[in-house]
């Protein structure tokens, strides 16, 4: 056995030099834009084109799940797999409804588009991972919080999660790449 292939379970670990003071400066970045949102919350409009809280914030927990990839690719990634995500969930509320209409109980009517759009996601995976990923599961599964209202919101989910995706994370990409940098630039001075 190799040693990437043997890992133990340790319940603290000694972050590599420079993460933390990172992290804090990410932190501060998606603070601030949760305070900025809860101020914008009360002057924002509740019907018509609207940032959708979850499909906003949510962007930045998945783009930094994936840390094998490089932030170039988890912003495609996030981005694209999560508009599939919402349009995968659409098409389950409108198989639902359809399938309502034949006459098929609403259990049977959800579960059926459901189980085939999961199928098409896992599937499609290993052919088009840049859109049928993680990502899009995870929007597919947190579409149903709002599942009565989905197809009337998806342009204001597809909006939130672009600007989520430009927002949060390419501004949490620069912060990380900014204070590397500058860290970079510290020790070549010593």
């Not at 009360?42 to 840390?67: C, D, K, T």
């Not at 759009?117 to 499609?124: D, E, K, Y």
């Amino acid at each position: 056995m190799n040693q990437n292939e043997k890992k133990s379970f340790k319940l603290l670990h000694k972050p590599p030099k420079g993460k933390v003071p990172a992290l804090c400066l990410v932190f501060l970045w998606i603070a601030l834009w949760n305070v900025i949102f809860q101020a914008l919350h009360g002057v924002m409009p509740h019907e018509g084109l609207r940032i959708i809280n979850w499909a906003f914030f949510i962007s930045v927990a998945v783009f930094f799940l994936q840390e094998e990839l490089s932030y170039k690719d988890r912003f495609w990634y996030t981005l694209c797999g999560g508009a599939v995500g919402l349009l995968l969930a659409a098409l389950v509320s409108l198989g639902a409804k359809a399938l309502m209409g034949l006459g098929l109980s609403h259990f049977a009517a959800v579960c059926i588009p459901l189980v085939i759009i999961i199928g098409v996601l896992i599937l499609t995976r290993p052919f088009i991972p840049m859109f049928f990923n993680d990502v899009g599961f995870v929007y597919l599964i947190c579409s149903f919080i709002e599942s009565g209202k989905m197809i009337a919101n998806l342009p204001s989910h597809l909006l939130s999660l672009l600007l989520g995706s430009i927002i949060l994370n390419l501004g949490a990409s620069a912060i990380i790449m900014l204070y590397r940098k500058a860290m970079a630039k510290k020790a070549a001075k010593k």
